[in-house]
């Protein structure tokens, strides 16, 4: 796969396969940036528990405060968030000051092993399409968008609400 810099245009990030956990990571944090930079209007965010995601890092954490602004939003779909709130804490202290841009969904096809692991935006995407194996694709293709966006609208919608940015204790 060809990769370009961190703060790449969308027909330079990455387009093709991607194999490996290091190289899945690297992927996310070029497209932290791209977003922070190009100022993507929306993301999706879907993975069962985003274990193997980069969210704990302080590079991401950083980007997503260059790229979160009025009008920006953040759609997080999970089969649960045990795993961030547990290795990612920078992130979930990132989603508490910037809730307002953010929406977690909880779905149960995560469960049933249905639910992608993937990154849409209006400009570009990746999937993986071997969770296991950290293998997928990338790139910047309409079609390969607007497949990837249904699948998540679909999910989406037989999602709930899940984890909250703040637990009320009464």
């Not at 202290?93 to 995560?110: I, L, M």
């Not at 993986?128 to 997928?136: H, I, K």
Request: with cysteine; charged share 20%; glycine share 10%.
């Amino acid at each position: 796969m060809t990769s370009g810099p961190a703060g790449a245009s969308p027909s330079t990030l990455p387009d093709g396969r991607f194999s490996g956990r290091v190289e899945f990571a690297a992927l996310v944090r070029q497209a932290l940036a791209a977003a922070a930079m190009q100022g993507w209007r929306e993301m999706i965010w879907c993975d069962p528990d985003f274990g193997d995601w980069p969210l704990g890092e302080r590079a991401v954490a950083q980007a997503l405060n260059d790229w979160a602004s009025s009008g920006r939003k953040l759609t997080l779909l999970a089969g649960h968030y045990d795993t961030v709130v547990r290795q990612h804490a920078r992130f979930v202290t990132w989603r508490q000051t910037w809730s307002h841009v953010v929406e977690c969904r909880k779905s149960g096809a995560a469960s049933a092993g249905c639910l992608p692991s993937a990154l849409w935006s209006p400009v570009w995407v990746f999937e993986r399409l071997d969770s296991l194996r950290c293998t997928g694709v990338a790139g910047a293709d309409l079609a390969r968008r607007t497949a990837l966006k249904e699948r998540l609208n679909e999910h989406l919608s037989g999602s709930s609400a899940g984890f909250p940015s703040s637990v009320l204790g009464l």
